[in-house]
């Protein structure tokens, strides 16, 4: 029996079949729109949950001026949020409560071991072109990094 060699696969081989796999697609080229630092520092965040920091990020010629805060920590407030504008008749608010707190993530889980896609805010504040908050005192906000055009430390401070 004579075992059949394979002859290597050329570069173009190669590289079509990774662009075949959507997720290699969307970590290896879409992930080449996220500027490396902000994607580690939230990965940071993420996992050391107690490092929160204020950042001021361009997206789309608005500036969102408010508090990284971990993937977690965003979906523990935002349960609670969504779900107190429900009656908790029959369990219901409850229910979303718990049903929410699910796509939470522990260290064990593999989604931690990827890279950060997304970016969450407490606080946030929007300010379009007239210099003023869209939502003056802030809310939960999250976004993808992918849309983030640049981002400073710091927080804006509306003075009017």
Known sequence: MSEKSETPKTKRETLKE?????????????GRNIDPLLQRVVNQTNNFPSNEHLLTLTIGGNLVSGVLISGNAYMTLWAEAFSSEFTNVDGVADSIREDLLSWMTGPEDPENSLSAQFIHLKEAEIY???GRPILSGGSLWRGKLTSVDGFNLGRIVFNG
């Open 18 to 30: 990774a662009l075949s796999d959507s997720l290699f697609v969307r970590q290896e080229w879409q």
């Open 128 to 130: 379009s072109s007239n």
